[in-house]
């Protein structure tokens, strides 16, 4: 139901088709002024014309915020800390930018006075859960519109319709764009609709727009030397940098060795199984890092735990409950788990694959090579002691052949 005292929204804007119709949409069913806030999560040539196209809608308000190194600092790697894969493959890479665009579209609206903040999301997508999920946690008390639960715009066809009959401008080439949904920021590039939608059908070469083809890549291995503080990517081939510019590096990097291509079905909250197609070069290659250099600096059961609760807490980035305690909660155990997580994982990039190369952390390694090693231990290790230990696992195992 239309609140008719709103007098001002707040709109989350990409400067496309949709969230364009939706100003002067706003316009003549609300009767109330329009802010628009645009994020750049590292989208690149989405921000370039944004606003632009909001200038020409008249818009009073337009906000073009810089937000890739808080991105990354305190989203991109905080979820990474947990090796967070949704449905152990999807690397969360539209999932974990929702958050932190309500928050910001929640701080517009207080400082500019606004009675209610709106979206482009579709009624059938994650998307809406997440961005008004992430709303009510930070301001139970705002308004929200979400078009597409209300207008009869239901089609791509009639949006440009209703574009080209209110004036409102769209490229011409806009409308031989490729079909597909996309969303794009520092950490991936999305792909949904069209040909995507039958399961069964390949997805086009010239779809995929970071990454060439694994087959095309260079014949010759690239080596990368990944430093970690406290659990963080902070320095690669001994060169620090900022935690977007890492983002930024390792994207451009390993799409040109054709590294993290996905083609998968996912459950999505609202019911349906869907089909996306994502690109996430530099994530998957310090999701690979991040396990090698965990792997001799955790403690074993500490690693396991961290295991057993990644698909919780991935779930929980996926449906849209990042600001929920719960996720807090398992964040503050992980973040603690991740103050030995520091060293170096050396890798090789080569035709779509990550080959971990070396490992090494000077003061938290738990590796002992005295311990593991075939040769002559000088008796650190007494291997009679193995047999108690296998005797005692092995009493419920005998046991069960009593009758």
């Given at each position: 139901m239309k609140d008719k005292n709103i007098q001002k929204v707040v709109l989350a804007y990409s400067g496309g088709l949709d969230t364009s119709v939706i100003v002067k949409w706003l316009h003549d069913n609300y009767k109330c002024e329009v802010v628009t806030y645009t994020a750049d999560l590292g989208q690149k040539d989405e921000i370039d014309s944004a606003k632009k196209r909001a200038e020409g809608l008249g818009v009073s308000q337009i906000i073009l915020e810089d937000l890739k190194e808080e991105f990354a600092k305190d989203f991109i790697f905080p979820m990474f800390r947990a090796n967070a894969l949704y449905e152990e493959q999807y690397l969360l890479g539209t999932a974990i930018a929702r958050p932190?665009?309500?928050?910001?579209?929640?701080?517009?609206?207080?400082?500019?006075?606004?009675?209610?903040?709106?979206?482009?999301?579709?009624?059938?997508?994650?998307?809406?859960?997440?961005?008004?999920?992430?709303?009510?946690a930070l301001n139970p008390d705002i308004k929200i519109i979400a078009p597409w639960r209300e207008?009869?715009?239901?089609?791509?066809?009639?949006?440009?319709?209703?574009?080209?009959?209110?004036?409102?401008?769209?490229?011409?080439?806009?409308?031989?764009?490729?079909?597909?949904?996309?969303?794009?920021?520092?950490?991936?590039?999305?792909?949904?609709?069209?040909?995507?939608?039958?399961?069964?059908?390949?997805?086009?070469?010239?779809?995929?727009?970071?990454?060439?083809?694994?087959?095309?890549?260079?014949?010759?291995?690239?080596?990368?030397?990944?430093?970690?503080?406290?659990?963080?990517?902070?320095?690669?081939?001994?060169?620090?940098?900022?935690?977007?510019?890492?983002?930024?590096?390792?994207?451009n990097v390993g799409a040109k060795h054709g590294i993290g291509r996905l083609d998968m079905i996912e459950n999505r909250y609202v019911g349906m199984k869907s089909r996306g197609c994502y690109e996430t070069p530099g994530g998957t290659i310090i999701l690979h890092a991040r396990r090698a250099i965990e792997s001799i600096t955790l403690d074993r059961e500490v690693t396991h735990l961290k295991t057993e609760i990644m698909p919780k807490y991935a779930s929980m980035i996926y449906n849209g409950f990042w600001w929920s305690p719960e996720r807090e909660s398992l964040q503050e155990f992980i973040d603690s788990t991740q103050k030995v997580v520091c060293g170096f994982v050396r890798l090789k990039?080569?035709?779509?694959n990550i080959i971990i190369e070396g490992r090494k952390s000077e003061n938290f390694s738990l590796y002992e090579e005295y311990l593991a090693t075939f040769e002559d231990d000088k008796g650190t290790y007494d291997q009679k002691d193995a047999e108690g230990f296998i005797k005692l696992n092995a009493l419920r195992l005998k046991n069960k052949h009593k009758k």
């Open positions: 932190l665009i309500s928050k910001k579209l929640i701080e517009v609206a207080e400082k500019y006075g606004a009675d209610a903040i709106s979206h482009g999301a579709t009624g059938k997508g994650n998307d809406q859960v997440r961005f008004e999920l992430s709303a009510y207008w009869d715009l239901n089609s791509r066809d009639k949006l440009l319709s209703y574009a080209t009959s209110n004036k409102i401008p769209v490229d011409a080439n806009k409308k031989d764009t490729p079909p597909y949904s996309m969303d794009a920021n520092l950490l991936h590039i999305s792909y949904e609709g069209k040909i995507l939608e039958d399961p069964w059908s390949s997805p086009p070469e010239d779809m995929w727009r970071w990454t060439i083809s694994p087959k095309n890549a260079p014949n010759e291995a690239e080596e990368l030397i990944i430093e970690f503080f406290e659990g963080d990517p902070v320095s690669i081939n001994n060169n620090k940098m900022s935690p977007a510019v890492i983002m930024e590096f390792l994207n990039l080569f035709k779509g």
